[in-house]
């Protein structure tokens, strides 16, 4: 069965520090998702691609995040610098096309610890 | 602003009851509410979509209420087993124009004992 590829599953970084998450979708979905879900929470919105087009990236912090998904497959999240308030898990979904009535699949999502 | 809830209290129930869920939504009209199942250290699983012309959906021991009116579904697992403990998150597309920008409850903790 198909599934929604992440790396690092953990990963632990000192504040101010870089850090890089990367996420292979399913095979044929065109549209990516890169959530935050912080302990106790729903998942929240960060990024939306639509192949390798931005779609929604309004709730990104962009002074410190960005995501790239260029060739329209894989995609990148990246946060420098680190702050402690970004200790969260960070899940990949994605879905074959833009539209609320298909349903997103969820990789396993990186667990990132800021120290 | 835009906001949903769901029960913040874990549900504990004996093995073979019904489970029963709640998700409330306020300033949305939205067309549709998906149903996610998520455990410890994992993605979430979608479980069921049911769209605002649908009162009711069925999934095997599965069953989905969506009340516009109230602005409230209802999830429910009848005969539960323990392989039914996890988290059930609610969500909704935070748009009016259907792009899959979902917002989700934080979700309600079901624990089945046997």
């Known amino acids: 069965e198909a599934e929604v590829a992440q790396s690092p599953r953990y990963k632990i970084t000192e504040k101010s520090q870089a850090v890089a998450f990367w996420c292979d979708p399913i095979?044929?979905?065109?549209?990516l998702y890169w959530y935050r879900q912080i302990l106790g929470q729903g998942p929240e919105l960060l990024v939306q691609?639509?192949?390798?087009?931005?779609?929604?990236d309004s709730q990104l912090p962009k002074d410190r995040f960005s995501a790239e998904r260029l060739k329209g497959v894989d995609s990148t999240l990246k946060i420098q610098p680190a702050e402690l308030g970004d200790s969260a898990m960070y899940l990949c979904?994605?879905?074959?096309?833009?539209?609320?009535?298909?349903?997103?699949?969820f990789g396993p999502g990186t667990r990132l610890t800021v120290l | 602003s835009q906001k949903i809830e769901q029960n913040s209290e874990a549900l504990n129930i004996q093995e073979g009851k019904t489970a029963t869920l709640t998700c409330n939504y306020t300033?949305?009209?939205?067309?549709?509410l998906q149903w996610y199942r998520q455990d410890p250290g994992r993605g979430p699983v979608f479980l069921l979509l049911?769209?605002?012309?649908?009162k009711e959906k069925r999934k095997e021991r599965l069953k989905v209420t969506f009340d516009t009116t109230l602005k409230q579904s209802l999830f429910h697992i009848t005969a539960s087993q323990p392989a039914d403990s996890a988290t059930y998150l609610c969500?909704?597309?935070?748009?009016?124009?259907?792009?899959?920008?979902?917002?989700f409850g934080q979700g309600t903790t079901l624990q089945v004992k046997p």
């Open positions: 300033n949305y009209s939205p067309a549709y």
């Open positions: 095979s044929g979905h065109a549209t």
């Open positions: 691609f639509q192949d390798e087009s931005v779609v929604d």
């Open positions: 979904a994605s879905s074959l096309e833009v539209s609320s009535y298909n349903e997103q699949f």
């Open positions: 049911i769209r605002e012309n649908e």
């Open positions: 969500a909704l597309d935070r748009s009016s124009s259907n792009t899959g920008k979902l917002i």
